[in-house]
């Protein structure tokens, strides 16, 4: 039986629908609706079925949230320094005191399974740490403000960087060489964890440089790939894409950042005193004096050239793996601030020279110039045009390898990058690459770099020149970068890698990946694993040194909080910072 106190749909929407009478009589529909759908209500009662509402909405979005977590993306934090600086673990944060550089070191705490113990502040200990840019010691105290948070006094600790991983994103493509990946590892030696956890359960994150099928061993601190029965002489070097690359560059010295001590001086060094270069003067920007930042050439019928000289200041290592982020490798609690700290091992001369070029008048060549072993490469800019060519030690004519068109006219700033990595040479002008060589016309030695590892022979170091002539012209913002240097040797020489060095390279089976970490002077990764992958249950045996497939739980691919600034000397880094979000390359 229908009920009959309640109006019916139809009821309702021909009282809705019916125009109103003049007479000002309700229609014969509104009549038959019960006075009590018309009369308010004082103090009605929450509505149950709203209440019943919010809930199911919540408790689902719960469940699409514990959804995407589980399929999707999860979050993860970096608890050590070995992917630094592409992403930090525990670290101390420092601006250096003269130049103004700001940079990271590494704090090295307790590992607790996956987990790092970290304190507020590194209480009890004195760091030895030097600026990367100038090589100006941390001060031990500040004398004039013992709560200074910048000395090497019990600096305060921040946490790692949390970063976002694309979950299974393995199971639509294959990892790509170069990837950022996040694995349960396969390491359980224990040398150096609390095993309070199971084997294979603790999540690292390192760069993924083999995969299966592939045979990888490390030189002059680049990766080689190779089948597993090639001679090691046929082994190809391994070029990064530029947004890895971009993420690697590691710096030399920035002339932004100008320190002011009476006894530093500036690593670019002009070979001729009076031949026409010269730095601007510290002062007002605007008050028509080149900034000291910028360095000016004036010779109309000459020539002159500034080398790097990374001699020129003690404190740093320029153009070596030395790493600002490591030195407290050897450093443990207590008083370590007169140490040996971190010593460099090798030479690096796979470097970026970047800068802008506003030429004023004249129509001379600026030339760039780097080197690696015998061969000097040389991007020369003419109005109009770019050259690239390379010079062989005593070949004497230098051949040219590619040209492009530039923008022609004076008063253009061109924004030009040279660099010579993974035995590429490319000029980039305006985020252009307008020269690039190729594998023929450029390619490692390497029957001399194998004999020199097998000698234990340190390569030299690189030369850095900047040379202008017949012109007038400005320089500004001018930097040098080195690539991340993969060691295969410790810095004691006494041990080293057991997988993935000339000896012994390391031979990918159908479903096993090798990875390293871009602190390569820290990292604890797949040169050094030393025991087989054994979980007999699931079928599973691998070899020491590689990560099984299986391992694999997704690509990172965003830092979505780096670790933020504190509210007060001593609290938690609690304030977000914004400005270094970023994607992970």
Request: charged share 20%; with cysteine; hydrophobic share 35%.
């Amino acid at each position: 039986m229908p009920d009959r106190s309640r109006p019916s749909a139809d009821q309702v929407l021909a009282a809705l629908s019916a125009p109103a009478r003049s007479n000002g009589k309700p229609s014969p529909a509104a009549a038959e609706l019960p006075h009590r759908a018309t009369a308010p209500t004082p103090n009605r009662p929450q509505d149950e079925g709203s209440i019943k509402e919010t809930v199911e909405s919540i408790l689902v979005a719960f469940v699409l949230a514990f959804i995407f977590r589980a399929f999707v993306v999860e979050a993860f934090v970096i608890p050590t320094g070995s992917m630094a600086p592409t992403l930090l673990g525990a670290h101390m944060r420092f601006t250096c005191k003269d130049c103004g550089y700001p940079f990271d070191v590494n704090f090295t705490g307790r590992l607790v399974g996956d987990d790092v113990e970290i304190p507020n502040i590194a209480r009890n200990s004195v760091y030895a740490l030097n600026c990367p840019n100038c090589g100006l010691k941390v001060p031990r105290q500040n004398p004039r403000d013992p709560n200074d948070e910048n000395d090497a006094t019990a600096p305060p600790v921040h946490y790692g960087d949390r970063i976002l991983v694309l979950k299974y994103a393995y199971l639509l493509s294959k990892p790509g060489r170069w990837d950022v990946v996040v694995f349960k590892t396969p390491d359980r030696s224990g040398d150096e964890r609390e095993q309070v956890v199971p084997p294979y359960t603790v999540n690292y994150i390192k760069r993924l440089v083999g995969r299966p099928g592939e045979s990888l061993y490390v030189l002059d601190g680049d990766v080689y790939v190779g089948m597993a029965d090639a001679d090691l002489k046929d082994y190809q070097v391994q070029a990064k894409p530029r947004a890895a690359q971009e993420a690697l560059w590691r710096v030399v010295y920035d002339n932004d950042y100008q320190p002011s001590r009476p006894d530093w001086r500036t690593p670019w060094v002009e070979t001729a005193p009076g031949s026409g270069w010269k730095a601007g003067a510290p002062g007002n920007p605007d008050s028509g004096v080149t900034p000291a930042r910028v360095l000016r050439f004036e010779n109309a019928n000459g020539a002159g050239v500034l080398q790097f000289q990374p001699e020129a200041n003690a404190g740093n290592q320029p153009l070596t793996d030395w790493l600002a982020y490591a030195a407290t490798k050897f450093a443990g609690s207590g008083d370590s601030y007169d140490g040996r700290g971190l010593v460099a091992r090798n030479h690096v001369s796979d470097l970026k020279l970047s800068l802008f070029y506003e030429r004023h008048v004249g129509d001379g060549p600026l030339r760039l110039q780097l080197s690696k072993l015998e061969q000097t490469f040389t991007a020369e800019l003419t109005p109009g045009k770019v050259r690239l060519l390379r010079e062989r030690d005593g070949a004497g004519v230098p051949e040219e390898l590619g040209s492009a068109s530039l923008p022609a006219g004076s008063g253009h700033a061109l924004h030009v990058e040279f660099m010579n990595v993974d035995y590429r040479v490319t000029v980039r002008v305006d985020g252009r690459d307008v020269i690039q060589t190729t594998p023929q016309q450029y390619h490692p030695d390497l029957p001399f770099l194998l004999q020199a590892w097998e000698r234990d022979q340190m390569l030299p170091k690189p030369q850095v020149r900047i040379g202008a002539e017949n012109q007038s012209c400005d320089l500004a913002h001018l930097s040098l970068w080195r690539d991340v240097y993969y060691t295969n040797r410790d810095e004691s020489y006494s041990s080293g890698p057991r997988w993935g060095i000339p000896s012994r390279p390391i031979k990918l089976g159908p479903d096993e990946y090798w990875v390293l970490g871009d602190n390569s002077l820290m990292s604890g990764d797949g040169r050094y694993w030393g025991l087989p992958v054994e979980l007999p249950e699931e079928g599973l045996h691998a070899q020491p040194g590689v990560v099984p497939g299986r391992f694999l739980l997704g690509k990172a691919f965003f830092v979505y909080w780096p670790a933020g600034y504190r509210l007060s000397p001593g609290s938690p880094g609690m304030v977000p910072n914004f400005g270094d979000m970023r994607f992970i390359h």
